[in-house]
């Protein structure tokens, strides 16, 4: 029984397609559906007839907003696929697929190489652990060259890249690949539906043998087996070689790289092989770690979960690394601190992560990926969020937005559930009698936001309701009332996120909104800080009365130490001496002074990037307490802020504009007047490319201006790098 269950483990794949907008990879996933038979027709993303990209809004924009599974077998193998989006506003989608995938395919433009979002992925996946395989596209274009694009993936992405395959002729006559393992060419012609195999044309041989050598002297540097047999022979088997990229690719020391033209139906059929091959199954990564159960354990499981996404509130000079969020320091320290085990076994006892939930026709869709156990349709399973039972009613293989009834769901299944009415993205679900609380994904701190309201108040519960669906459906969309204007704020990842969202509300619900002008997140930041602050609370009104006082310490953070607190910006010591302040007090006086983060003293903004440090203190005999410490910290922190020379900080973005070299000077010009500082310019594929950081609420707009100044020519993209003083607001109280 268990050599079975092992053939079956072994015999799936859970993959990502990971990218830069436009480098192809929904292109990739509808290609490769149509090479193992799933689909008979290719869809076209330009022609609005893909199978991922499904919602109306993607197919009238063209790019894919929401992560999409769909499944397809191939050479004995199910592959469970997730097409992820490659826009950076919706970059929380692919956090929460990442968290549940064993491995990805990083898809990578052959003119443009690493892009801005190519990049951000990559850090999450780095994060996350999954093994990747890179696959360099658009082959056929003006302008493609795989060294140059291998080399950005080398120095800007720094893996170490082991080149599989020669391409067979250049641009517009690109047709085909040399395998260097089997040293075999593959060719497509126009017409054809899959590869014909050859010998390695003559012109090409000298080449590919020496990019054979040197991919094995790449193995054999990095695997001690391949270094045996290449110190032995001189040189390495394809068994050996195929072997050695297997076990690099799982453990992260090298990436496999591929190439092809998936618009023109050119390598698909080797990357589905390098995928069985390379990418490991769910047997084959370590099992997953989560929380114990029971009731004391679930307690205590949800207090260190508490304590984890406490270290993923706040930013510090991160944006970039909030819009890309793991939080892997205080997952580490959650899971570190007493773990348990399921393995990959559909014996063991259920468990399975919910990473998203979508609305649909047919009902409410959570996604789960099945860790351990088995579960079946009518099952109940214990949701950890809620803390309660819940009852499975139907079990479906999800295609896109087309679904297939299932009996049963194994560990290893990537699947949608119905009849689940309070599980959220993050939520574990368990068996009742073995309850545990897996790590949930990262959610990202919105950093744009915009005022909402119903166009009729007629409508204003309906419009409450739908803003209620959406920040369900998506963690990264927050809801709240203004509590001076009353007005709804729908806050996101970006411009394009909220523009989405207020569509799905008009579109699904027909209701008429009205939209505020967008406005970006600060923060405020101590530039100076104070030493020796005396705070005493004391409270006396009958009964039990309330005695605190501290001495604090304020000071600013450097940008070494703020990147190491797990992206809080906000550090706290205690340096009391001979206990005049007991330790359950000293951590009640932390977690006032967290409260007293939420609002800063210059504009009531959120503060970062300061340490605080507890010098002394008295307590009273009869009314000290932690709450009358947690009281002092808050109102004695929020007085230490208003005497500390502060800062307002505002979100700053990477941005890379693609151009016509005629009409660069335009551009330039624009983006001085929107307060940017140009880092890097070149030419590529006959296109100018410019680099500059620019303040994210100047941005507001900039596709359409973009547009009118290139005569509809201009392309950019932006990648969240951080915050940066905002201008003329620096103030000492």
Sequence with gaps: MR??????????RNL????????????????ILYATGTTHKRGEVHDGTTITDFDPQERDRGITIFAAAVSCDWDGHRINLIDTPGHIDFADEVERSLRVLDGAVAVFDAVAGVEPQSESVWR??????????????KLDRVGADLDAAVASIRDRLHPVPLVVQLPIGTEDGFTGVVDLLRMRALTWSDGGETAVEDTVPEDLREEALRRRRLLEEAVAERHPAALEEFCDRE??????????????TRTGDAVVVLCGSAYRNRGIEPLLDAVVAYLPSPSDVPPVRGMPGGAAGMRHA????????????????GMHETADRRQPESVDRMQNAVGEERPADPAAPFAALAFKVAATPTGRLTYLRVYSGTIEKGDAVWESGARRIERIGRILRVQADRHAQLERAVAGDIVAVIGLKSARAGSTLSAPGAPVVLEPPGVADPVVSVAVEARASTDADRLVSALARLAEEDPSLVVRTDPETGQTVLSGMGELHLEVAVEKIRRSLGLEVNVGRPRVTYRETVARGVSGLVFRHVKQDGGAGQFAQIVLDVEPLDA?????????????????????????????VEAGCRDALAEGPVGGHPVTGLRVTLTDGATHVKDSSETAFRTAGRFGLREALRGCAMVVLEPVVEVTVTVAEDAVGGVLGDLAARRGRVTDSAVRGGSAVVTATVPLAELFGYATRLRSRTQGRGTFSARPTGYAPAPAVTTTR
Excluded: C, W
């Design 560 to 588: 070494e130490e703020a990147g190491g607190v797990a992206e809080t910006g906000f550090t706290f010591r205690s340096a009391v001496v001979g206990g005049r302040v007991p330790q359950e007090y000293v951590r009640a």
């Design 235 to 248: 040189t390495l088997s394809a068994e050996t070689l195929s072997g050695a990229l297997r076990e690099l």
């Design 302 to 317: 949800e207090g260190r979960m508490r304590d984890a996404v406490d270290g993923m509130h706040g930013t510090v000079h």
């Design 3 to 12: 050599n079975h269950l092992d053939r079956h483990l072994s015999a799936v």
């Design 124 to 137: 999450q996946a780095d994060r996350y652990g999954v093994p990747r395989i890179a696959f360099v596209n």
């Design 16 to 31: 990502g397609i990971l990218a830069h907008v436009d480098a192809g990879k929904t292109t990739v996933t509808e290609r």
